[in-house]
């Protein structure tokens, strides 16, 4: 019944690498923006504070006895220093002449003289920031363009950048951290209904076809939907079967009766060797009919009874003895004794009844009609207070080996009955009932002399 | 002892001359003669008043000698900067010109438990590095004040000096800032704290200052009683000189300019692993046995009142008053104050 | 003996009446339940064979009010339908057996006589031929004080036999009485339960007598 299944992923597996990638992807997102964005945030101070070093640098320029005086202001570099420890660097000109300063500095950005201009530039070796600004000024009644440009290295930026790099890359991990065991946990839990699902609906019995009534998330119900639908259909072909084989054995079994019967009267009346031969074959036609009509109805009634088992406390021996004595007449036809040995307390199981019953029937029919005349079929039932069991021993032909396997499939009769009206399906009525107890029938040869062994194995009700 | 220092040193300077363009004023070696390896120091300091910490320095260190080289803080900034000397450690007590050397990339950075331990206005971009802080003290002989009050401020010293021109007249000296970079270190933070400092110069201008180089020699000439008062002396070498019992040293109740003495490697230094281990020496308690130089850990009376300390912050603001403009414009107006 | 047969498939109680006739039996036939009623109450039975479907009704219902009524008679359940809850359900309602259509009448037969065995309980059915007297419920065949208990195939076979004395059966009917169909059984079986019969009634009067090419017959001798 389980065929392969064809697989191709894993939803929860998919699920999570999705969540994870997405974390991994927004935590390297958040990483490069935020590094980014306090990159510009720390340029930017640093800019501002250059060019407010600047700015005051200009506002000292004055003109003084007709001459420049260039009283740089203490704050003007001592401001920097607050900020960071980076190295500083400035130079004044006047009308692009050197006044003072460091005369190698790099040439600022050209621009309008009212514009505050930044340049990033290379000076011993090391990366500068440049703020340069301009001032007009007129010296003895000649304009004059007073140019003063702060630079800063970078180190300060960088060590902020490092970091703020150092904490965001932390929090990014944590958040990866932190997504990825979410992820983890809403993958199982969206994995959850289906495992759910899957579980309670591979738990069943094979011949549970009830519809899931557990309530489902929203996106499995048109799949829980189409389960119960196929489920329904599955069970409704099943039952539609079912009552076939009932009606059916049923319309065919009186007629047969008649017909039986009416032979049976009519041989006693024929003397003809051969017409007596002829009505022999009808009886034993007859006979087969009817009884495989009977399995097959035991049969659908098992089944449709596996599916509804009812599960009450069954006491094996109480079984065991009242099949005993219901085919005890059917031995006596054939001289066959049947003992009965039975252990001195109940062996309770639960189950159904007549499901027990029919197997138990089954099997000791079987025994009867295997057996030779004169014989002997012992029913031995015993039990260890975990598990029960029934254990029917012919002394016919045994099993013939190598069947032991197939013998309870439908309709598979053993090699060695001949002779016999058998339709094949007694022992797998048995196999079906102990199965749908949670217990198994094994068969066997006796080890010792003739004869077949069938036992149903099933666990006791704990007390 | 210091004749004999002064003799050796110019028969020195003599010899460096020969070699050098900057000009030093003491040559010392110490450690033992087949040493492997020299360690070549320039210091502002006197060699007597770091010996103790070079010997300690030393007993650490087998096999090494130091080439101890004493020069102006202005000689050794043009040692550095312009002569490019092979130089492993530079002590000095000019923290503008430090600050400045190591600002235009003249230094080699250095990083251990030791410098990390330092408190952060002890040390500027892991490399330079302060490891004493000396006070600008105001020297006063007492035999001077005999019958007035000593004064404890500032503010006190212009109202005695005002109240007895007399006394003061031609006995009143400080550093003549034109000529020594420690005068000038201190005369611009005493402007930059209060101005105070103006009319103080402006008083002393009147009383006809005398303008001296050095710390030591306006020491001297308060020991004898030539002055009546020095101003802005470095505390260190007064306290240097217990035995004067004639001076009194007076650290300023209004505000006390300190100045850190610092160290760097210049990036000329072939030992900068031996350097470095030196600046650890320095910065640790490991010579607690030089008189005069208070470490940054300690600074015994600098604690004092820590509200009228005023310790001259490293960074880039020192290089302000080593602007040529800034200069020149504080040099006039300390000039017309003082030459009246 | 007596029988009530309860059967509204014309054709099948018809059969099962000749059936039971020719075992020399007496077959009372109702064909609803109101009519069975009827025959109960003014006849006493051995032996009730009741069909479930009835057109009047079910014969489960029959069996419970025959029941409560207290009325001792054995009832046997015909059922065609062949659910086991079925016949759980007539056994729990007082049914003392139930056989499933169609039977064998070898199976009816023998249901039957266990029926009656268990319900006359300590009570004999004896026949007596000659000097051997004949217990066909206890299964006892007494010869000269001697107590024989028979197995079932010779207690058919002697029971065939003492139902009609000194009449001649051949082999070939015996065979059809005693054995099932479902097995190839020669005539010749039937000369070994004769021969066990024989050894049985060894030192009496009444003897299987061979009739030469006919077969056999109980006679006195």
């Not at chain 1, 440009?149 to 960088?158: E, K, N, S």
């Not at chain 1, 119900?221 to 084989?245: G, Q």
């Not at chain 1, 009932?246 to 009766?257: D, F, G, I, S, W």
């Not at chain 2, 270190?185 to 400092?197: I, M, P, V």
């Amino acid at each position: 019944m389980t065929g392969a299944v064809r697989k191709k992923g894993s939803i929860r597996r998919r699920l999570i690498i999705q969540l994870l990638g997405g974390a991994a992807l927004l935590a390297i997102l958040m990483f490069v923006v935020v590094r980014l964005y306090a990159r510009d945030l720390a340029a930017d101070s640093q800019d501002e504070i250059l060019s407010a070093s600047v700015t005051s640098i200009l506002d000292a320029a004055a003109v003084r006895n007709g001459t420049l005086a260039l009283d740089i202001p203490y704050s003007a570099f001592s401001m920097l220093g607050n900020v960071s420890d980076d190295r500083v660097f400035y130079t004044v000109t006047r009308n692009d002449a050197f006044v003072t300063g460091y005369q190698d500095l790099p040439t600022p950005q050209q621009g309008r003289i009212s514009e505050t201009r930044f340049r990033t530039a290379t000076y011993r070796d090391v990366e500068i920031r440049m703020v340069t600004a301009a001032r007009r000024l007129s010296i003895a009644g000649v304009p004059e363009v007073v140019e003063v440009t702060v630079a800063q290295t970078r180190d300060g930026l960088r060590q902020t950048l490092n970091e703020i790099s150092r904490t965001v890359a932390m929090f990014g991990i944590g958040f990866f951290l932190l997504a990825a065991f979410l992820g983890v946990l809403a993958a199982q839990s969206a994995i959850g209904p289906l495992r759910q699902l899957a579980g309670s609906v591979s738990r069943r019995g094979p011949e549970d076809l009830r519809p899931v009534t557990a309530r489902v998330p929203e996106e499995m119900a048109p799949l829980v939907a189409a389960l119960n639908s196929f489920m329904s259909r599955l069970k409704a072909s099943l039952t539609r079967s079912e009552d076939l084989i009932a009606e059916a054995a049923h319309r065919v079994r009186t007629p047969l009766a008649t017909v039986r019967t009416q032979a049976e009267i009519t041989l006693r009346r024929v003397d003809k060797p051969e017409n007596r031969q002829a009505v022999r074959e009808m009886i034993r036609a007859i006979d087969e009919s009817s009884r495989a009509a009977g399995q097959l109805l035991d049969h659908a009634m098992v089944s449709f009874r596996s599916e509804h088992l009812e599960t009450k406390g069954v006491d094996l021996c109480r079984l065991a003895s009242d099949a005993v004595e219901r085919l005890r007449p059917m031995a006596d036809l054939r001289d066959i004794d049947i003992e009965l040995t039975l252990p001195g307390e109940p062996q309770i199981l639960r189950g159904d009844a007549i499901l027990l019953q029919s197997a138990l029937l089954n099997l000791l029919d079987n025994a009867i009609k295997y057996s030779p005349t004169d014989s002997t079929v012992r029913v031995v039932v015993s039990g260890d207070g975990t598990a029960g069991r029934v254990m029917i021993r012919d002394s016919g032909k045994g099993f013939a080996l190598g069947e032991l396997k197939t013998l309870t499939q439908r309709f598979v009769r053993g090699g060695n009955t001949s002779g016999v009206v058998g339709s094949g399906l007694g022992l797998t009525i048995a196999d079906e009932v102990a199965r749908a107890h949670g217990g198994s029938l094994k068969l066997e040869n006796a080890k010792e002399g003739i004869g077949g062994c069938a036992s149903l194995s099933f666990l006791l009700a704990s007390r | 002892m210091r004749k004999f220092v002064l003799l050796a040193g110019l028969a020195l300077m003599w010899l460096a001359a020969q070699a050098t363009a900057y000009e030093i004023e003491d040559r010392r070696s110490f450690g033992p003669d087949g040493a492997s390896r020299t360690l070549r120091i320039i210091s502002t300091g006197d060699a007597s008043l770091f010996e103790p910490i070079l010997t300690s320095f030393l007993q650490s260190e087998p096999n090494l000698r130091i080439d101890y080289v004493v020069a102006s803080s202005t000689q050794l900034s043009r040692a550095i900067h312009e002569d490019g000397a092979v130089m492993d450690v530079a002590l000095s007590s000019a923290m503008d010109l430090q600050t400045k050397l190591v600002n235009d990339g003249y230094a080699l950075p250095h990083r251990s438990n030791a410098t990390s331990s330092l408190p952060t206005w002890a040390r500027w971009r892991d490399h330079l590095f302060a490891f004493t802080q000396e006070p600008a003290a105001i020297v006063l002989n007492r035999a001077a004040f005999d019958g007035l009050p000593m004064p404890r401020t500032r503010q006190d010293l212009i109202a005695l000096m005002r109240a007895n021109p007399d006394r003061f007249e031609g006995r009143v000296g400080t550093y003549d800032v034109r000529q020594s970079g420690l005068g000038y270190l201190f005369a611009t933070q005493d402007a930059r704290s209060s101005e105070t400092y103006w009319r103080l110069t402006e008083v002393m201008g009147g009383l006809g200052v005398k303008l001296y180089c050095c710390s030591g020699l306006m020491i001297d000439d308060v020991v004898t009683g030539d002055l009546a008062v020095a101003y802005n002396v470095l505390g260190s070498y007064a306290q240097a000189r217990p035995e004067e019992t004639q001076i009194e040293v007076l650290l300023p109740e209004d505000f006390t300019t300190v100045m850190l003495r610092t160290a760097f490697i210049p990036a000329s230094s072939e030992l900068p692993d031996i350097a470095g281990r030196f600046i650890d020496h320095l910065v640790t308690r490991q010579w607690d046995n030089a008189p005069g130089l208070s470490q940054v850990f300690e600074g015994a009376e600098l604690t004092r009142d820590d509200q009228a300390l005023r310790r001259i912050r490293l960074g880039p603001g020192l290089l302000v008053f080593l602007d040529g403009f800034k200069k020149q414009a504080f040099f006039e107006e300390w000039r017309s104050a003082v030459l009246q | 003996m007596r029988f009530l047969l309860v059967e509204d498939n014309h054709q099948l109680a018809q059969a099962v009446c000749d059936r039971l006739t020719l075992d020399g039996h007496v077959v009372d036939r109702a064909e609803d339940l109101a009519t069975a009623d009827d025959f109960i109450a003014t006849t006493e039975y051995d032996l009730i064979l009741l069909d479930i479907m009835l057109p009047d009704g079910d014969g489960r219902d029959f069996l419970q009010k025959h029941r409560a009524a207290r009325h001792p008679t054995p009832v046997i359940v015909l059922t065609a339908r062949s659910e086991v809850s079925d016949r759980v359900g007539v056994l729990d309602l007082g049914a003392d057996d139930y056989i499933v259509k169609p039977f064998d009448f070898s199976e009816l037969e023998a249901r039957c006589r266990a029926v009656l065995r268990r319900q006359s309980g300590g009570a004999s059915n004896v026949q007596i031929f000659g000097d051997v007297s004949f217990d066909a419920l206890a299964c006892t065949l007494t010869v000269a004080d001697q107590q024989i208990r028979l197995r079932n195939r010779e207690l058919r076979l002697f029971e065939i036999f003492i139902g009609a004395p000194d009449q001649v059966f051949s082999k070939s009917k015996l065979v059809d009485r005693l054995f099932s169909y479902d097995a190839d059984v020669t005539e010749n079986a039937i000369e070994v339960y004769v021969g066990r019969l024989r050894r049985h009634l060894r030192g009496a009067r009444a003897q299987i007598v061979t009739v030469r090419g006919l077969g056999y017959r109980l006679s006195l001798t």
